[in-house]
């Protein structure tokens, strides 16, 4: 029994190595959230960092503060959902998809 216990343990440390290297992985993968029709970009990291935006210079001629805003919040949104999915795939290679939500 408690050479079971010792093994079920080694194998949690390895898992927990693999979750560790994947979650560090993930700042450098990028997904981008579009609105507008791709007018405005928000490209994000892995971990929900904004790396950049991107916004169309059509977009700053013709439109008002208001609706740029809201550009702006539905592409980060986007990149945000996007970001999740992302964190979600990887790990689930690592875990065989047996993360309880909200673990990524």
């Given at each position: 029994m408690a050479?079971?216990?010792a093994k079920m343990l080694k194998e949690a440390q390895k898992l927990?190595?693999?979750m560790t290297a994947v979650r560090e992985e993930l700042a450098?993968?990028?997904v981008?959230?579009?609105a507008g029709g791709g007018v405005v970009r928000v490209t994000m990291n892995g971990h929900h960092e904004v790396i950049s935006i991107k916004i169309s210079p059509d977009v700053l001629e013709n439109s008002d503060a208001e609706m740029l805003e809201d550009l702006l919040l539905s592409a980060m949104a986007d990149a945000k959902q996007k970001s999740d999915a992302l964190a979600?795939?990887?790990?689930a290679k690592v875990t065989?998809?047996?993360m309880p939500p909200g673990l990524a």
């Open positions: 050479n079971q216990m927990e190595k693999r450098d993968k990028r981008e959230g579009t979600a795939t990887e790990l065989g998809g047996l």
